[in-house]
């Protein structure tokens, strides 16, 4: 039952990424699909559901990616990152 109130305070709430090391319930690529048929039905956005992992490689690559950037250009930069497409910014 918590598993899917956490799915369903998600949900309402828009979160971009839901980051779960449930893998039985949560992060299962099988329930991922029945999550988000049940939120397309109900007029709900599609839910991103991560594993910690996936995220920290996300988190470090975008910190590569933006030292590198640093290092030619000087400056502050915008970087989407691959979860979602969502914006991330990094000083």
């Known amino acids: 039952m918590i598993d899917a109130q956490h799915i369903a305070i998600a949900t309402i709430e828009r979160v ?3 980051v779960s ?5 949560i992060v299962n690529l099988d329930k991922i699909h029945l999550y ?3 939120n397309l039905k109900k007029g709900y956005p599609l839910l991103e559901i991560r594993s910690p992992m996936e995220v920290l490689h996300e988190e470090i690559r975008l910190c590569e990616d933006d030292a590198r950037y640093k290092e030619q250009n000087g400056r502050k930069v915008f ?3 691959s979860i979602g497409n969502k ?5």
């Open 16 to 18: 971009d990424v839901l």
């Open 21 to 25: 090391r449930n893998f039985k319930h």
């Open 36 to 38: 988000n048929g049940v």
């Open 79 to 81: 970087k989407k990152s």
């Open 87 to 91: 914006r991330a910014y990094r000083d």
